[in-house]
C-alpha cells in the first residue's frame, strides 16, 4: 500500500514553518534564508513531495495577480488592511490589483467582472453599504476563483473570512462607559443588514442589558458618517432626557457627534462621554483625542491574503475563518 502524497501543509508542520514559507522555498524566492530553502528542498525530495496539480494548473492558466476590492480608501480603517495585503502578497511573489466600489453596489459588480476579465487568481473583498445580492461573488466561484471576505462579510456564501470581533468590542466599550458613570447610551449604527452592524448592536444591548440600562428605538440612530452625525446630534442633546454617552460604529461619526457636542458647550468627558470604532489618525487628532475601539487592519489584511494564498496554492483542506481581537483605548473622550 502506498504512502499518501504530502502536501505544503505537512512539510510546514514538520519543520515548523508557515505553509506560505514552504511555497516560496520551493520556488526559490530569496526573501527565505538559503538555509530555510535547503532545509525544505531536502525533507521535500527525502518524502517524495509532488507540487498539487490543480494547484499548478490554476496559477499557469492565470495571472500571478491578486484582485482587492476597497469600499473607501480614504477611511483608515481599509488603508491599513490593503497595507498589510500589500506587504504579504510580495513577500510571497503575488502582485495586487487594487479597486475602490465607493460603497456602490453596481461598481461593486463591474469591478468583479474586470477582475474576471483580467483572469485574476483570487479576490480579496469588503462589501459595498448597499450590497444585498451577491450573484457577482458567486460567479467568481463558479470560475475556480477563490474569495476571502473580511470585515464586512457575506454570510450567504461559503468562503473564506476574516472579521474583528465586533460583539466584543462592542460589549467591552459599552461595559467601561457604564462603570464610568453613563446612564443613557445611543447607539449610531451602520445599516441594519451589515454583519458588523447586527454584532456590534448586539454588543452595545447585552452590555446595557447586563447592567439593567432601560434601551428603547430611539437610542439606536442609523448614522454612519461625520456629516451625518452632526446633522442630528443636534435635537437629540435638545431632549428632556437627553443622553450621557454616545457608542458610534466608527471614528467618523464619534467626531461628528464630538463636534455637535463641542458647539452645544457640553463638557467633554463631564456632561458627554463618547467613544468610537477604528483607531485611527481621526481618533488621535480630535480635541479631547477620542476613545476608541482598536481594529487592528494590518492583521485583518495579513490574515486575509495569507488565508487566499493557502486557498490558492491547493494547502488549503476545508474553510478557515479568522477572527481578529480587539481592544479598547482609553482616552479623553471618556471618563
Known amino acids: 500500500m502506498s504512502k499518501p502524497q504530502i502536501t505544503i501543509k505537512d512539510i510546514a508542520k514538520a519543520l515548523g514553518v508557515s505553509p506560505s514559507t514552504v511555497s516560496r522555498a520551493l520556488k526559490d524566492n530569496p526573501d527565505i534564508s538559503q538555509e530555510t530553502r535547503d532545509a525544505i528542498h531536502k525533507y521535500a525530495q527525502e518524502h517524495n513531495y509532488k507540487p498539487n496539480a490543480l494547484a499548478l494548473n490554476l496559477r499557469t492558466s492565470r495571472s500571478n495577480t491578486i484582485g482587492v476590492i476597497i469600499p473607501q480608501l480614504v477611511h483608515h480603517f481599509f488603508s491599513c488592511v490593503l497595507s498589510g495585503i500589500e506587504a504579504t502578497a510580495a513577500k ?4 495586487i490589483l487594487v479597486a475602490q466600489s465607493n460603497e456602490e453596489y453596481e461598481r461593486e459588480v463591474k469591478i468583479v467582472h474586470s477582475f474576471l476579465a483580467a483572469r485574476v487568481c483570487g479576490v480579496i473583498t469588503s462589501l459595498a453599504k448597499d450590497t444585498v445580492q451577491y450573484d457577482h461573488y458567486q460567479e467568481l466561484l463558479n470560475n475556480n476563483i ?4 473580511y470585515d464586512r462579510i457575506c454570510t450567504g456564501i461559503n468562503t473564506e473570512r476574516v472579521v ?13 462607559m457604564i462603570q464610568t458613570g453613563c446612564k443613557r447610551i445611543y447607539f449610531y449604527s451602520s445599516p441594519p443588514h451589515m454583519e458588523i452592524s447586527k454584532n456590534r448592536r448586539n454588543g452595545y444591548l447585552d452590555a446595557m442589558k ?16 461625520r456629516e451625518q452625525a452632526i446633522a ?9 432626557n437627553r443622553p450621557d454617552g ?4 466608527n471614528d467618523e461619526t464619534a467626531s461628528g457627534i464630538l463636534y455637535a457636542c463641542k458647539q452645544a458647550k457640553l463638557k467633554i468627558p ?6 468610537g470604532f477604528t483607531d485611527g489618525a481621526i481618533a488621535q487628532n480630535t480635541d479631547p483625542k477620542l476613545t476608541t475601539v482598536e481594529q487592528h487592519g494590518e492583521e485583518i489584511g495579513e490574515s486575509a ?4 494564498i493557502d486557498k490558492i496554492e491547493g494547502n488549503m483542506e476545508k474553510s478557515s475563518n479568522k477572527i481578529v481581537r480587539t481592544n479598547l483605548v482609553v482616552r479623553g473622550t471618556t471618563k
Open 92 to 95: 510571497a511573489g503575488y502582485n
Open 146 to 149: 477563490p474569495i476571502v471576505f
Open 164 to 176: 474583528v470581533d465586533d460583539y466584543a468590542g462592542s460589549f467591552a466599550a459599552v461595559e467601561y
Open 210 to 225: 447586563k447592567y439593567k440600562m432601560r434601551v428603547d428605538d430611539s437610542m439606536i440612530k442609523f448614522c454612519d458618517t
Open 232 to 240: 442630528i446630534t443636534p435635537d437629540i442633546l435638545e431632549e428632556e
Open 246 to 249: 454616545f457608542f458610534a460604529i
Open 270 to 275: 463631564e456632561e458627554v462621554s463618547i467613544c
Open 305 to 308: 491574503i495569507s488565508l487566499l
